[in-house]
């Protein structure tokens, strides 16, 4: 079946592209072989004056390159006759005799968003899922179809540098302000106004001939002129993008830089040299390691997003009980409502029922500020959450998530309490971070409905969700559960219980190594710099601080209890939890906060805690980053071996989209497999000789250090 369907209209070709058996629109070779002959067709066919080009998709217009040619690409060379070739393509759109009108329904996305600016016209409409984004640096790649070199011509230098160098979406209304696009329609009309505007261009002799419907304001266009067109206004524009990428990414993401250079080389100056640099720096990025691991990461996430979609075919969950009004209870409350999931709170008292409802409206009016849902979609779903004190409104509901304070005493008793009011077959969901499973499930009539969703904080923005299940688990039950998941938006992995489930068991021997190294007397920003220079958004102590040092700690004790010496907390971490200080959410922890919860430094007065008091010693960044992270990644080998994971992609997925796990090291599996599994061992053997037990090594690592083995194939 061909991708793309012509209809013409008198003169205007209307065109289809619906690429078949697939859910988005991408350029596979198949369907740029097909684009060629379309162009060839409107170039040579004098009774056709202008097209429009359209999606057969619902909710994407063309989401860009095909990723897995991109992963296919063995060279640098490869990659840069791959983006010659998009350059190609792309300037033939811009030349063509018939000038193209795109009219753009739903996401347009890398080579989509290049296709659409080598087109004369672009027309997007309102519709929820319509946004224009350049996401290429995501995987570690640059625009590589002449997107670099249109895309600031098009908007302005600094609109431009800001989709690129970091792949932000951008909206409609946004897009018609900066001249992305030229005028913004409702779904309903797309196609008769596209037509109108393609004839209408046909008529005013081809590109760039019809006023724009809504033109950027004066105030930006002046902005514009005084530092996009002149030397010493793009000079401080280049100067303060790349300290802010550096800032950002800390030189870990060579594509970023690559994009900065490739804009540089054609903005202002010569369009063949822009485009040159473009090709070349698409080759270099492509085959760098970064752009492999992030791609993995990518392919990882959605083969997980499959395997939730293909887990069994349970009843739609259209209604969920939230037990717990706090921090969590209402981020997964303000999720659900966003996918129109009716949600009944329930706490212990009126105000704690209001303090939530006020969180999750909280969530929903910043979606409203950022114009990414309307005045009525918000009305309407805050409308979808209601509270209560009692059980009233659950006998209805299939599936109730426990989000109360992390005790087995209090969850045993809501879970117990809850089942009563629930109707047969309902389903218990415990959002707990550590405690098993197994242990809340005692207090139920029937274990086998009961499963651990394990959201992370904080919930609209963490991506990951652990369902955990137990040996009694219902398999119906794992399926609703990983449905629902998939539904809030979030990647799902399933792991097996035990105390800490997955990430905040691999978490926890990388933030009590943090804590010995204070005990031995290193400084507080000297490890959480050193880590976060190995690529973690922010470094173990910080992170303790942010999640509350009074939290960290109970949970490193059932960790502890759990799998003894090895999970120790720190001296350093017990003292300052009973010197009653809880992190940011008291104004004092490691560091001291603003009024408004900024990070203010190191509290000076927090050395006199700790074991060696005010006197502090140097431990070398290697150290401190060899010890953290052994720590980490042997502990998700010893998951893996004792079957808590069901493959290496799970923990890698895990571990990025959970805990922070660098992201450009492509998670702790992909990373034993980059440094090798016997130098893993080796390092531990080296660290285990000073500091037994806390790195013997996982026997599975053992055994494939003996066998030269990988988790991955090369």
């Known amino acids: 079946m061909p991708a793309l369907s012509v209809e013409v209209r008198d003169d205007i070709a209307v065109v289809t592209f619906d690429l078949p058996d697939a859910s988005v629109n991408t350029f596979t070779r198949a369907a740029r072989e097909e684009f060629t002959a379309l162009l060839e067709r409107l170039e040579r066919d004098a009774s056709l004056h202008a097209a429009v080009l359209l999606s057969g998709k619902p909710e994407v217009w063309i989401a860009g390159a095909d990723v897995e040619e991109l992963a296919a690409l063995s060279t640098a060379g490869d990659a840069e006759r791959l983006s010659r070739q998009g350059h190609e393509l792309m300037d033939r759109v811009e030349r063509l005799r018939t000038p193209i009108v795109a009219a753009i329904n739903g996401a347009c996305m890398g080579g989509g968003l290049e296709l659409a600016l080598a087109c004369a ?49 951008v909206r409609p209304r946004r897009a018609l302000q900066t001249g992305l696009v030229d005028e ?47 030397p010493i206004g793009r000079a401080v524009v280049f100067r303060q993008a790349r300290e802010q990428t550096l800032a950002r990414t800390h030189g870990h993401y060579p594509a970023p830089l690559a994009a900065l250079e490739a804009v540089r080389a054609g903005y202002g100056g010569s369009g063949d040299r822009g485009f040159e640099t473009e090709a070349r720096l698409f080759g270099t990025v492509a085959a760098s390691d970064v752009a492999k691991q992030l791609i993995f990461l990518f392919f990882a996430s959605n083969a997980l997003k499959k395997d939730a979609e293909g887990s069994g075919r349970p009843a739609p969950v259209d209604k969920i009980g939230i037990l717990g009004t706090g921090f969590m209870g209402a981020g997964i409350a303000a999720i659900a409502a966003q996918r129109g999931i009716v949600v009944r709170f329930k706490d212990t008292d009126h105000g704690r029922v ?47 998530i426990e989000a109360v304070f992390e005790d087995l005493t209090v969850k045993r008793q809501v879970v117990a309490e809850v089942e009563a009011a629930l109707p047969p077959g309902a389903i218990v969901a415990s959002n707990t971070s550590t405690i098993p499973i197994t242990r809340i499930a005692e207090a139920s009539r029937t274990p086998a409905h009961v499963i651990g969703m394990h959201f992370f904080s904080p919930v609209p923005k963490m991506p990951l969700l652990e369902v955990i299940v137990t040996a009694q688990t219902d398999p119906q039950v794992t399926a609703a ?16 219980d035990s105390p800490g489930f997955y990430a905040n068991r691999i978490l926890a021997p ?24 190995f690529g973690f958004p922010v470094g173990p102590i910080t992170l303790v601080d942010e999640v509350g040092i009074d939290v960290a700690g109970k949970s490193g004790h059932i960790l502890a209890d759990a799998f003894g010496a090895r999970m120790a907390p720190s001296v350093s971490l017990q003292r300052v939890i009973a010197a009653g200080r809880f992190g940011r959410k008291g104004r004092k922890g490691f560091y ?27 431990i070398g960044d290697d150290e401190i980053q060899r010890r953290a992270v052994l720590a980490m ?11 808590v994971l069901r493959a290496p992609r799970d923990g890698d997925v895990g571990a990025v989209f959970g805990i922070g796990f660098p992201p450009f090291r492509g ?45 991955y194939p090369k």
């Open 121 to 169: 016209y672009r027309v997007a409409t309102e519709h929820p899922k319509t946004v224009l984004a350049a996401p290429e640096v995501q995987l570690g790649l640059i625009p590589g179809a002449g997107g670099t070199q249109r895309l600031p011509k098009t908007i302005g230098l600094r609109a431009a540098l800001d989709m690129i160098l970091t792949g932000k979406s």
């Open 184 to 230: 913004v329609v409702h779904p309903a009309i797309l196609r008769d106004i596209a037509v109108t505007r393609a004839r209408e261009l046909a008529a005013a002799g081809g590109r760039n001939r019809l006023p724009r419907r809504n033109p950027s304001t004066s105030r930006g266009a002046a902005q514009r002129l005084l530092l996009d067109d002149n």
């Open 354 to 400: 209001l303090k939530g409802l006020a969180a999750v409206r909280d969530v929903l009016r910043e979606r409203l500020a950022k114009r990414q849902i309307t005045r009525q979609e918000f009305e309407d779903q805050m409308s979808l959450v209601s509270g209560t004190t009692e059980y009233t409104g659950f006998a209805n509901v299939p599936l109730v």
């Open 481 to 496: 559960a990983v449905a629902l998941g998939a539904r809030l938006g979030k990647t799902v992995i399933i792991v097996h």
């Open 510 to 533: 990388y933030i009590n190594e943090a804590g010995k190294m204070l005990d031995e007397g290193a400084a507080i920003d000297a490890v959480d710099r050193a880590l976060v220079a």
């Open 592 to 618: 001291l906060y603003s009024d408004a919860g900024k990070k203010q430094g190191v509290d000076p007065t927090i050395y006199a805690l700790l074991p060696t008091g005010a006197q502090r010693s140097t």
């Open 633 to 643: 990644v042997n502990e998700a080998v010893r998951c893996l071996e004792e079957g």
């Open 667 to 711: 998670g702790p599996f992909r990373y034993i497999d980059a440094v090798g599994a016997a130098t893993v061992v080796r390092q531990l053997e080296g660290l285990n000789d000073r500091f037994p037990p806390r790195f013997q090594p996982a026997d599975l690592l053992l055994d494939m250090a003996r066998k030269d083995g990988r988790f």
